[in-house]
Nanobody
Framework: QLQASGGGLVQTGGSLRLSCAAS????????LGWFRQAPGKEREFVAS????????EYADSVKGRFTVSRDKYKSTVYLQMNSLKPEDTAIYYC????????????WGQGTLVTVSS
């Protein structure tokens, strides 16, 4: 089970940190991902983190502004979002997949991020 939180309203240039708490299974063989869906648009990949080793990947649109990290003891993955832009406005979802799989079968509920101009 994945539980996302931390969304809210922020002004352009501001910061937010999203959290995704995982429960019910060990994460050692998983990749945790963040996705977002803006109104009227398709869901898109934002960032991911391999639980073992901490390797990260980012969408080009967020590189240098967003950072994904984890707290192993809390089984929680974070998305630190800095220098937010109005185009970052979306519902953000966390998801999980097995390391060698390409699909994300496990999804949390979304958390809304609104960036005002």
């Amino acid at each position: 089970q994945l539980q996302a939180s931390g969304g809210g309203l922020v002004q352009t240039g501001g910061s937010l940190r999203l959290s995704c708490a995982a429960s019910g299974r060990t994460l050692s063989n998983y990749i945790l991902g963040w996705f977002r869906q803006a109104p009227g648009k398709e869901r898109e990949f934002v960032a991911s983190l391999r639980w073992n080793g901490g390797r990260t990947e980012y969408a080009d649109s967020v590189k240098g502004r967003f950072t994904v990290s984890r707290d192993k003891y809390k089984s929680t993955v974070y998305l630190q979002m800095n220098s937010l832009k109005p185009e970052d406005t979306a519902i953000y979802y966390c998801a999980a997949r097995i390391f060698l799989s390409s699909d994300y079968p496990y999804w949390g509920q979304g958390t809304l991020v609104t960036v005002s101009s």
